[in-house]
């Protein structure tokens, strides 16, 4: 029989998920469905959905328009301003007088409000990120009336921050482009609902998750998780099972503990002891080392295997209960250790032991709405991520903590999660109040989340180490040490130390980016986040070519880096009418919510690519739209392939890249911004070139001082002897002009290594006829068993410089299965001289392979 650890716990608020029971075990009332809704003064009055909030209340009661359509989020803001009321009546469908205790539980409330039960204030709640559970045994009644007084989110805020006497915590308010609301830094609300660099002001009021009546006697199973460890000496897997109660009774409750994994032929049977009041239980199991044990792998890395598991509690008072779920088996590092010829420390992780390289992109909210978000628009995000080749997202700091479906998906397919803290771009209060909402968020989120072996890394916030190195916000130097005090105080002495409670089975990194271990050193704020020597960088340039690898840091680890470009027209369409369709209408201008943004890609466009000529204006916006893509996919590929061949390799003391993350993966609505997959879920052409620049096995070739070189890029398990094939062709023929296959070529297991090197001299001059700008390189890599990278390309010249160039006249149609899930999909004919002049016959979407029909 194993022993139970008993460990009292203190908690600011009530949380947890409902275990599961049998008979005489809890009782539970939901209160999802249609509640009433009225704004402040009682003007209007409707019906709205819970889990939801008032906008798409409105909406699909048909008061408001589509608040994606156009101009609304401006015209709209009156929603926001306004104090909401949801309101409804209940049955009480069992005997109260026959439980210890009710409770009313809000998986989440945003955010502001004012909860009362039969007129009596049961309490308030002010952090969407929080789980709040009123205890209503001495005030239910048979018919109860239930309300949530909302109080506007932007009025909270502005309020805070007013009584924020001692000094400012800016920013204020984002940049007027952004057409958004001030002092989001005040408001433990989801920062980017008052608006960002690609999405719009929409500060939320609703219930935007589960609320239900909880009734039981005895205790109550409120939290339960499982965490796996692999202790190496003794090469054994053990589980830690971690499970929170609210005893209600007034004496200790015993009783036993079973775990049972069938499969891998381990059972358990702990003696336990609860303590009235809320306390948790932690459990230790051994894997039965004479079982194999197959771990849970990212994506592309091996399977995601989980085992069913169950949980059986047989308490001496009232009820059993058996908890179902999955246990999994991942370990993680986060390896910060000397490398040998560079200074600074490497910043890479180990997974199961295995150094693995990190790649995909970085996900923000998929709607203003979080009601709108269901597990269909999760999976269909999530699995274009996989189908990328990803293997890894960072859920952004200035979104929401993601729904648990989201995480059951990553963990199903294999996506590693490195997960922020929600807070970015900006400077926070430390006051006792606002730190009391932050910890028992971060406890709620960390004891809800931990179990998942997709969440890899926890991280404290986004930027605002950097914002504070780098002075963003132009603190004088004189206030510095207050505004340093209140960063420790909040990410470190808070937030990091719960994490580390809470949770001993990952690392946790306090800013994104950071200098990891040197920032630690440094007294956790580094001079300069962004030292390409350690930990981590974010990198955005949008003025020099990027077609330029030379302009890229050679860091240790990519986090963040992008390209803006234009969603599809037929994205578009949906939220604009006819005289919105033009690249600089009012309308383009509205929806860019980045500084200069629109101008930017046109001038990344204009780089490489002839500007859109058609005399029809609305063929020339399509084009523009088209233009954007193909610039922004380029310029990303451009540069994951320098990180991706930058792992392997130190030079002048850089390099040793382990990790290439863009920004960003999907959009919150119809805009331009730096997203591979539009509102929706459709690919724009970045999203095909990442499932390529992505492939596990890659060729990648550059340029240096007039020498192609070509790297081998591998993240498969085993060394392969391949052949690479590189291919010379005129833009004005089918044919190659000239062919070279390398036989014997060994390509590193998980390695980028050198395999081929000529001067394009030397190249031009091996194949007659060729110019810079009359020919285009393809190559591949071919081995054994039907091993293939996808076929690779490198410019020679600008394609505004392209000579030889025709129209093509081939089609490609699609199939039905497709159609699924890319409804708007057409047949679609191109050429590169569409590139070049500006947009194809159709720009709905770009076709896997398309332009490389014309060289294959
Ligand atoms: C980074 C992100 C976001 C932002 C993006 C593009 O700083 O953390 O805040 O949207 O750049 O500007």
């Known amino acids: 029989m194993g022993r139970a650890a008993l460990l009292p716990l203190l908690l600011v608020a009530a949380a947890g998920r409902a275990g599961v029971s049998a008979a005489g075990g809890p009782e539970v009332r939901s209160l999802r469905g249609s509640w009433w809704l009225a704004n402040g003064n009682g003007s209007v009055v409707l019906r709205g959905e819970v889990p939801g909030c008032v906008h798409t209340a409105l909406h699909r009661r048909g008061l408001i328009q589509d608040p994606y359509y156009r101009f609304n989020d401006v015209t709209y803001r009156w929603i926001s301003l306004d104090n909401w009321t949801y309101s409804r009546t209940f049955k009480t469908p069992f005997d109260d007088r026959k439980w210890q205790k009710v409770n009313l539980v809000f998986e989440g409330v945003d ?6 039960i039969n007129n009596i204030t049961l ?10 559970s009123f205890d209503i045994t001495s005030v239910i009644k048979e018919v109860n009336f239930v309300e949530v007084r909302f109080f506007s989110a932007v009025s909270y805020a502005a309020e805070q921050s007013r009584c924020h006497k001692a000094y400012s915590i800016p920013p204020a308010c984002p940049p007027p482009v952004q057409k958004g609301e001030c ?10 609902s008052f608006s960002w660099d690609w999405g719009p002001s929409f500060p939320t009021q609703g219930i935007w998750k589960d609320v239900r009546i909880e009734a039981y006697n005895h205790y109550h199973l409120i939290y339960f998780s499982l965490t796996s460890f692999f202790e190496k000496s003794a090469q054994q897997w053990s589980l830690e099972i971690e499970s929170i109660f609210d005893v209600v009774s007034s004496k200790p409750i015993a009783g036993l503990v079973t775990v049972n994994i069938p499969k891998l032929q381990t059972q358990q049977t702990f003696s336990v002891k609860l303590q009235p009041g809320e306390g948790s239980v932690v459990l230790l199991v051994n894997i039965n080392k004479s079982s194999t044990v197959e771990a849970w792998w990212p994506n592309g890395h091996g399977k995601q295997t989980g085992y069913n598991m169950t949980t059986t509690f047989i308490m001496e008072a009232g009820y059993q209960i058996e908890k179902s779920s999955k246990a999994y088996f991942r370990t993680v590092e986060l390896v910060q250790e000397p490398i040998p010829g560079s200074p600074g420390l490497s910043f890479y992780f180990r997974i199961n032991g295995r150094p693995i390289f990190i790649k995909g992109s970085n996900w923000i909210p998929a709607d203003s709405f979080q009601d709108r978000v269901t597990y269909d628009t999760l ?16 859920v952004w700091g200035g979104g929401v903590y993601e729904q648990d479906e989201f995480y059951d998906i990553c963990d199903e397919i294999g996506i590693m999660i490195w997960q922020d803290f929600m807070f970015a771009c900006a400077l926070y209060p430390t006051d006792q109040y606002y730190l009391e909402s932050v910890r028992a968020e971060v406890s709620h989120q960390v004891r809800r989340l931990k179990s998942h072996p ?13 914002a504070i190195a780098s002075n963003w916000f132009s603190i004088p130097y004189a206030d510095r040490e207050v505004y340093i005090k209140d960063y420790v105080m909040l990410y470190v002495k808070n937030i990091r130390e719960i994490v580390l409670t809470e949770d001993k089975s990952r690392p946790f990194i306090a800013s994104s980016p950071t200098n990891g271990l040197e920032s630690v050193k440094e007294g956790w704020l580094s001079q300069n986040p962004y030292d390409t020597h350690y930990g981590d960088t974010h990198f955005y340039d949008y003025s020099n070519d990027c077609w330029n690898w030379t302009v890229y840091p050679k860091t240790r680890f990519a986090s963040e880096y992008g390209f803006q470009s234009w969603p599809s027209f037929s994205t578009i369409e949906k939220v604009s009418s006819t005289e919105d369709w033009s690249y600089t209408s009012n309308f383009s201008l509205h929806r860019q919510h980045h500084e200069n943004g629109n101008d930017q890609m046109l001038q990344q466009i204009g780089h490489h690519f002839k500007l859109p000529q058609s005399t029809d204006p609305i063929k020339k916006f399509k084009d523009m739209i088209y233009l954007t893509q193909v610039m922004q996919a380029q310029c990303i590929k451009t540069e994951t392939e320098f990180y991706r061949f930058s792992q392997s390799e130190i030079i002048r003391g850089e390099g040793h890249t382990m990790g290439a993350l863009y920004w960003q993966l999907n959009d919150i609505w119809q805009a331009p911004s730096w997203a591979s997959l539009e509102y929706g879920g459709k690919w724009k052409l ?16 550059y340029e240096d001082k007039g020498v192609l070189y070509i790297y081998g890029v591998s993240d498969l398990h085993a060394d392969h002897k391949l052949t690479l094939r590189v291919i010379v062709h005129t833009w004005s023929s089918l044919e190659p002009v000239c062919t070279l296959a390398k036989e014997g070529v ?9 395999i081929y090197k000529e001067s394009i001299d030397d190249l031009l001059e091996r194949c007659r006829n060729c110019t810079r700008k009359s020919c285009v390189i393809t190559f591949c890599l071919v081995g054994e068993g039907g091993l293939q990278s996808p076929t690779n390309h490198h410019f020679l010249s600008s394609l505004k410089d392209a000579v030889g160039l025709e129209k093509s006249h081939f089609s490609v149609s699609i199939s039905h299965a497709k159609l699924l899930f890319f409804p708007f999909l057409c047949v679609c004919t191109h050429t590169f001289s569409d590139w070049q002049n500006g947009g194809p016959v159709c720009s709905h979407i770009w076709l896997p392979n398309c332009s490389f029909a014309l060289l294959s």
Not at 379 to 394: E, G, I, V, Y
Not at 686 to 701: D, G
């Open 686 to 701: 970045l999203h095909y070139f990442a499932q390529n620049f992505l492939a596990p096995l890659l060729p990648v070739a």
């Open 454 to 466: 997709s969440i890899i890394l926890w991280s404290g916030n986004n930027e605002n180490e950097a």
């Open 183 to 192: 002092h989001a830094n005040f408001i433990r609300k989801e920062q980017c």
């Open 746 to 754: 060994t390509v590193k297991a998980q390695s980028a290594v050198p």
């Open 123 to 132: 309490g308030r709640t002010d952090n969407m990120f929080n789980r709040y």
């Open 379 to 394: 999976w269909l995000l999530l699995k274009s991520a996989a189908d990328a080749n990803m293997n890894a997202l960072r």
């Open 111 to 116: 955010t502001v409000a004012q909860i009362l």
